[in-house]
């Protein structure tokens, strides 16, 4: 088998069978995957930067105090200096009034130097983050997640993808797992990642399933899958005996249980890993290709290609 990643071959026997219990999924690996991806993008940035003379540019706005957000602000500055991109935080305290976030967003549009703009979510709860996303100028909405670029998903116009979403459809893609005609189900109706990963795989000609918390026979509607989505936030939430044999398991939860040293994804990965012919570990799976397709989408607005 090709390690459809970089391109090597793999032994398959060796590296995706258990030896005591047969046959395991393929481990779709996002950590190489958007290593990969980032050395695709460091080689455009350079070559934008000469032939423009641009550098792209992702300023982060931050409201409030959460450590969380800080701490994924800092990953996503480390990232871009892994590929030469510039990056910079724009805050604002926790008591920030509407008028104050939608006018700093105002100014990162007017500002010539800022390529791609990302307001960290979540803003604190007295203020309408759907309003200051919209402020946030299609041509720099590179975290995908406002309305006008939501509705261009929708519509088939040129927008920016949600990153979480775009990285698992660039996951099937590159380990060549087919998608049009396929049967596909969505555990979680989220608006960054349930509802657009939904539209990106009916857009592919998939056959999509969106399933939630008060979907009755959640287990009968999981087991039709040959890609199965779990974005629902509960911790192993989904066993191997709810999955149809050779699906296609990609795991965007990320869950912190009290008493696990490690945190889980909303798919119990032991049993699933048996059933499955495809699953992402958690961590190392989706986690590491959101970060490469903001990366990506900021050298998009960059370059201008957005639909080109």
């Known amino acids: 088998m090709t390690d459809h990643v970089t391109g090597c071959r793999l032994d398959t026997h060796k590296n995706d069978r258990d030896k005591d219990h047969g046959a395991t999924a393929v481990l779709l690996d996002g950590t190489a995957t958007a290593r ?4 695709e993008i460091t080689e455009r940035v350079a070559k934008v930067k000469q032939t423009k003379g641009v550098t792209p540019h992702l300023a982060a706005v931050l409201i409030g105090a959460d450590p969380a957000s800080e701490t994924y602000v800092s990953m996503k500055q ?5 590929v030469g991109m510039h990056s910079s935080v724009h805050r604002l305290g926790e008591g920030a009034s509407q008028a104050e976030a939608e006018e700093l967003v105002a100014k990162l549009n007017r500002d010539p ?9 979540p803003v604190p709860h007295h203020l309408h983050e759907p309003g200051i996303l ?11 997640i406002s309305r006008m670029s939501l509705g261009g998903l929708i519509n088939g116009e040129p927008a920016f993808p949600s990153c979480t979403p775009a990285g698992i459809i660039e996951l099937l893609d590159r380990y060549q797992i ?14 960054i990642l349930g509802k657009p990963v939904a539209m990106m795989l009916l857009n592919r000609n ?48 990320y869950n912190r249980v009290p008493g696990r040293s490690t945190d889980v994804g909303d798919v119990e990965f032991e049993s699933a890993r048996r059933v ?3 699953i992402t570990p958690v961590p190392g799976g989706v986690g590491p290709m959101t970060i490469a397709m903001l990366l990506r989408n900021t050298l998009i607005a960059a370059e201008g290609s957005l639909g080109a």
């Open 36 to 39: 990969a991806i980032r050395t």
């Open 78 to 82: 480390k990232a871009c200096g892994w």
């Open 113 to 121: 130097h800022v390529t791609g703009i990302l307001v960290q979510h």
């Open 134 to 144: 919209d402020c946030v100028s299609p041509a720099k909405d590179i975290d995908g």
């Open 178 to 191: 087919p998608i049009a005609g396929k049967k596909a189900v969505v555990v979680g109706r989220s608006i």
């Open 206 to 253: 998939a056959t999509v399933t969106i399933c939630h918390s008060r979907t009755a026979n959640l287990a009968e509607e999981i087991r039709e899958a040959d890609i199965l989505v779990a974005a629902v936030g509960r911790p192993e939430l989904i066993t191997g005996g709810m999955i149809k044999p050779g699906a296609a398991v990609l795991d965007a939860g």
């Open 276 to 278: 499955a012919a495809y």
